[in-house]
Nanobody, 123 residues
Framework: VQLVESGGGLVQAGGSLRLSCAVS????????MGWFRRAPGKEREFVAA????????YYADSVQDRSAISRDNAKNTVHLQMNNLKPTDTGVYYC?????????????????WGQGTQVTVSS
């Protein structure tokens, strides 16, 4: 399984970005796709996740009201729409996949990771 993120960039506070994760390889319906981020000097943190089979979504409290994760099964792509961005959203965003929808916020449970895409929010 290979994951390739895109869509990062520099945006002003209050702006929006749409991150994408293209997935290649074998994906089973039981899989979960997650987004994580790592801010400078901080540990990696969970952002959002989606079940590949039924589209059930999971969000971190910090982005719950400002983000939407979606999937396009036909294109094997997952998107993360982020609105009203804040400087605290700055970081490298990674997509990842795991086999089952348990402990989706635990990055240690994920099997495959992309290289990441940089998001910088200026104040």
């Amino acid at each position: 399984v290979q994951l390739v993120e895109s869509g990062g960039g520099l945006v002003q506070a209050g702006g929006s970005l749409r991150l994408s994760c293209a997935v290649s390889g074998v994906i089973f319906n039981s899989y979960v796709m997650g987004w994580f981020r790592r801010a400078p000097g901080k540990e990696r943190e969970f952002v959002a996740a989606i079940s590949w089979s039924d589209g059930r979504t999971y969000y971190a409290d910090s982005v719950q009201d400002r983000s939407a994760i979606s999937r396009d099964n036909a294109k094997n792509t997952v998107h993360l729409q982020m609105n009203n961005l804040k400087p605290t959203d700055t970081g490298v965003y990674y997509c990842a996949t795991k086999s089952f929808a348990q402990r989706v916020a635990d990055g240690g449970q994920y099997d495959y990771w992309g290289q990441g895409t940089q998001v910088t929010v200026s104040s």
